[in-house]
């Protein structure tokens, strides 16, 4: 079974300039998550999409960011313009549920896509 | 509102010896618990987990965690360590009715051999 695969793993852009992510989750997986870990320190959530809609979106930090999941598939974040804070690990996870019937589903994540904004 | 706190940044052992990473967690509700793993140029990578039941859960590797009510925390621990273990360790909880993980800024383990 193919696991969470992001691209592009890297990407240096410059201050202003647009960059668009990608996460292809795993196979049946309704649910798709973006995180980012930020300056080293802890692992924030952005949002949450059950199949193409997004159920939990309170973490994005501002408007310059816009996650989509067309067709319930693959999903993409695009930052638009970039800002040096910004910069990165972006992360995406995908689980069959989290929690149904009392059992607790783990959400499986992908190498991530470092970003740095120059 | 749910959160995770793992104390140390950085935790040495030496190999053969066993090893503890601590985390802590405030929760309303019932606690829901994990742990993952990053190695380095490695996506995080599921340890275990804890939702009900006995308070010893065992995981991937040779991992387990002792969830304790009463003090509200949750260390990894494991027997004996390899130097292979080293890499950067999170914990995590389900946040409350929602969804999404919410992660400690994670402890850096080094394993000495």
């Known amino acids: 079974e193919a696991g969470v695969t992001q691209f592009p793993s890297h990407s240096v852009i410059e201050k202003g300039q647009t960059v668009t992510l990608r996460c292809d989750p795993i196979?049946?997986?309704?649910?798709l998550y973006w995180y980012r870990r930020v300056m080293g320190k802890e692992i924030k959530f952005l949002l949450h999409?059950?199949?193409?809609?997004?159920?939990?979106e309170s973490g994005m930090p501002n408007n310059r960011f816009l996650a989509e999941r067309t067709g319930g598939t693959y999903s993409t974040l695009k930052v638009q313009p970039a800002e040096l804070e910004d910069s990165g690990v972006y992360f995406c996870?995908?689980?069959?549920?989290?929690?149904?019937?009392?059992?607790?589903?783990?959400?499986?994540f992908g190498p991530g896509t470092r970003l740095t904004v120059t | 509102a749910q959160s995770v706190a793992q104390p140390e940044d950085q935790v040495n052992v030496a190999e053969g010896n066993p090893l503890t990473v601590k985390c802590t967690y405030s929760?309303?509700?019932?606690?829901?618990l994990f742990w993952y793993v990053q190695y380095p140029n490695r996506g995080l990578q599921f340890l275990l987990k804890?939702?009900?039941?006995?308070?010893l859960v065992k995981g991937s590797y040779g991992f387990e965690a002792e969830f304790n009510k009463s003090q509200t925390s949750f260390h990894l621990k494991k027997p004996s360590a390899l130097v292979s273990d080293s890499a950067l360790y999170f914990c995590?909880?389900?946040?409350?009715?929602?969804?999404?993980?919410?992660f400690g800024t994670g402890t850096l383990l080094a394993v000495q051999p």
């Open positions: 999409f059950v199949k193409e809609s997004k159920q939990d």
């Open positions: 995590a909880v389900k946040g409350g009715a929602t969804n999404k993980l919410i």
């Open positions: 996870a995908s689980s069959q549920a989290l929690l149904r019937d009392r059992v607790l589903y783990e959400q499986y």
């Open positions: 929760v309303s509700g019932n606690p829901y």
């Open positions: 804890y939702i009900t039941g006995d308070n």
């Open positions: 196979s049946g997986h309704d649910n």
